[in-house]
């Protein structure tokens, strides 16, 4: 991706402030994508005033071929760039300044979905003022074992996300033990970040039940979850990604779930969606913690 200087004071530049400076710049970066096209090629190329976005075959050299093509045609035109605004070849960057969310997970994030639906802020939670879209994917019953192929069945048709939250592993707590669901889940994660490296994983913990299906003991469940969500939370920030605690959604506060002690409530919802925005507000900030709440 590249971005043309404009109202450069130079001569024959269009300067901002006159009422026909974008059209007639908005014809110039047309004239300008039409030549790089043709010179390269490649006709996945994107722009938005001086904004310019190449795309191309994943491990392919088109994007970078593409690039030069179209700084030796801005240098034979007398087009500055901004150099500094110049990203070099890769498999997620931010366009235009926005930045995708994906949650994935199972009930708890279906039911997410449809609260924040109508709550002030909507689907994405206000992030879209700092530049960010959410997208939901929460499939009810969902377990850890189903990861891989619902995130890969999305990046067919999506680019790569910036940002994967999970909330996953309730539903495989009382059907696998803490050490073989850590393991699978160690596996996965792993995988993920060898094959998407810029991909930043967001791990949300296991939330606290009043009741927990297939379970013999409920205590020594709460255990398990407890030792999973630490060993996760240690992982993922191993990787360099962040961590949601929830530490204020507790199973001794009824209110907080709905009759079945399995489901959040509308309060408890509003909890979990209110963690949501304020984690990701944390952790799209340039240096933030990588814990969510501190």
């Not at 710049?25 to 030549?35: G, M, P």
């Not at 500094?84 to 300044?97: H, S």
């Not at 990787?239 to 079945?260: T, V």
Request: with cysteine.
């Amino acid at each position: 991706m590249s971005t043309i200087v404009l109202g450069r004071a130079r001569h024959g530049a269009v300067g901002y402030g006159a009422s026909i400076s974008c059209s007639l710049f908005e014809k110039f970066s047309t004239a300008l994508h039409w030549v790089t096209e043709l010179t390269s090629g490649n006709s996945n190329i994107l722009h938005y005033l001086d904004d310019f976005l190449f795309g191309g075959e994943a491990n392919s050299p088109t994007c970078q071929e593409t690039l030069e093509t179209f700084k030796k045609i801005c240098s034979d035109w007398g087009v500055p760039l901004a150099e500094d605004k110049t990203v070099q070849p890769t498999e997620i960057l931010t366009f235009l300044g926005v930045k995708t969310i994906w949650l994935i997970g199972s009930s708890i994030v279906y039911w997410a979905n449809k609260e924040a639906s109508s709550r002030p802020g909507g689907l994405h939670l206000g992030l879209q003022n700092t530049g960010a879209h959410m997208i939901w994917i929460g499939q009810r019953g969902m377990k850890w074992g189903d990861l891989n192929t619902v995130f890969e069945q999305r990046l067919l048709n999506r680019p790569l996300p910036s940002f994967l939250v999970i909330q996953l592993g309730s539903n495989d707590l009382g059907i696998s033990t803490s050490e073989k669901l850590f393991s699978d889940i160690e596996c996965d994660l792993l995988r993920l970040h060898a094959l998407y490296p810029a991909l930043k994983i967001i791990w949300s913990d296991i939330l606290m039940r009043r009741y927990w299906h297939n379970a013999n003991c409920g205590q020594a469940i709460e255990r398990a979850r407890k030792r999973v969500n630490l060993r996760v939370k240690n992982l993922v920030l191993s990787i360099g990604g962040c961590a949601i605690r929830h530490s204020n959604i507790r199973a001794k506060e009824s209110n907080l779930f709905r009759y079945d002690g399995t489901h959040l409530s509308k309060i408890g919802n509003d909890i979990y969606l209110n963690n949501l925005q304020g984690a990701l507000e944390q952790f799209m900030r340039s240096g933030g913690p990588a814990v969510f709440p501190q």
